[in-house]
């Protein structure tokens, strides 16, 4: 009798017993630790309204405006969705959900230069190439560009991938006016006909000399047939006897 009424008392003792934390023991993969106890975890897209008791389970409530919960969790707040600022060089690839943060990317024209917890937090502008580079390598969203200086008898404005050759004016029957540097190409010009120079200096001299030899055989004419010269606009007068 004595160890049956000893029974009933173990038993009911066992039952109103809170259940307490054991530094020794670790709550399950699904469940949270809460003063001392195992409550289970809320769905991912809820929190923790009301932690369980040793009658109620977890109460849960759905994240509201701009938060999320991704993973089971025992969190009294849902976490907020990141903003993808232009600012950063970023822009929204993917919308918040509830159930999952917002996905940033990275603006065209930039590359992430602060890549943490899977995701870019910052990207800057590609490097601009300067006159007398070109393009190594294009910038990528994760790389800046590559810029190299043109190679000797080349030039290049910088906004391309390889740069051009100087032209040869003397290839072209032509003269170098200005020759090329690292920043534009050289500058042409036509060669003077030196050849030419000659044949018409020497037409004028001859046209001068035959202008000349005209006039004065007129003037000799007149002399010849009178003692006075020619008048103008008259004929020769007689001779005196």
Known sequence: MFYQMMRVILLIS???????YNPCFA?????????????????????????????TSTSCAPCTGPTYTDKPNGLTQCTSCTVCDQGFGLKTVKECLTTSNTVCGVLEGNYCTDFSEGECKKAEKHTTCKPGQFIRHPGTDSTDTVCEDCPENSYSNGSSSSCTSHTDCESKGL???????????SECGEKKRKYLIFPVIFGVAVLAVGLLCIYQKKLKGCTLLGTAPCASGTGPGPLET
């Open 27 to 55: 709550c399950d993969r699904a469940e949270y630790e809460i003063n001392g106890q195992c409550c289970p975890m809320c769905f991912p897209g809820t929190r923790v309204y009301r932690d369980c008791t040793a009658q």
């Open 14 to 20: 066992i039952n109103i017993t809170p259940v307490t």
């Open 175 to 185: 003269l170098t006016m200005k020759p090329g540097d690292s920043v534009s190409d």
